[in-house]
């Protein structure tokens, strides 16, 4: 397992090209859409807006990586810190972070809405 971080010059998005290699005792359950080849192929092709699709608005200024895993290699999203939590423990953090922030499709919550 491989874990990508997320920073204000990079965003990371997980896709497996093939089939939907998909780190299942990590995050449980894959979405169905995770699966779907429209996923898949617009992840590659058009990740941006993939993103858009998902809500997520990246800068231009940033880099969008999509890094495709199989079945030797998954990868993981280490979302970008939300502003505002300088304070919060690793518990509270870690009750941040959802599933789509670490395969790349959203971000994470945003302390007031925790």
Known sequence: MVVVENTLKVHNLVVCTLCSCYPWPTLGLPPVWYKAAPYRSRAVVDPRGVLKEFGVAVSEEAEVRTWDSNAELRYLV???????????????????????????TGL???PRQA
Request: charged content about 25%; aromatic content about 0%.
């Open 108 to 110: 994470p919550t945003e």
């Open 78 to 104: 280490l979302p970008m810190r939300p502003a505002g939590t300088e304070t919060l423990n690793e518990e509270q953090l870690a009750a941040l972070v959802t599933r789509d922030s670490m395969i790349g």
